[in-house]
């Protein structure tokens, strides 16, 4: 078939992924993390306009790329670039939409 054999991306069942045996709370402590995130993110939108939180909300995965760049090293492809672009696309037209909704009086998000 034309998809791509499991050993190839990572995913071969058989395999274990040696610093997951022993550390499964260090997953644990990640999930955690990630759902506080979220909560925060949710949060943000009660005490803020939503144009505010859509756009941290755009800008995030752009900064996390650069981010781990800087500082851990990872590497991207053109997928990754792209996606980060879609994300500016998203900034732009959400920073454009509250320009002109402030250009006309329009006060609905408040």
């Excluded at 992924?17 to 022993?22: L, S, Y």
């Excluded at 941290?56 to 752009?62: E, K, V, Y």
């Excluded at 900064?63 to 696309?89: E, I, N, P, Q």
Aim: aromatic share 10%.
């Amino acid at each position: 078939s034309a998809a791509t054999p499991p050993s190839e991306c990572g995913a071969d069942p058989g395999s274990h992924d040696p610093w997951a045996v022993g550390n499964w709370w260090r997953y644990l402590l990640l999930a955690i993390v990630d759902v506080e995130a979220n909560v925060l993110c949710v949060l943000a939108y009660r005490y803020t306009s939503i144009t505010s939180a859509m756009l941290l909300d755009c800008f995030t995965i752009p900064s996390v790329m650069a981010l781990s760049y800087a500082f851990l090293g990872a590497h991207y492809t053109c997928r990754h670039f792209g996606g980060a672009c879609l994300c500016f696309c998203g900034v732009a037209i959400i920073v454009t939409s509250d320009v002109r909704d402030a250009t006309n009086g329009d006060s609905s998000d408040e």
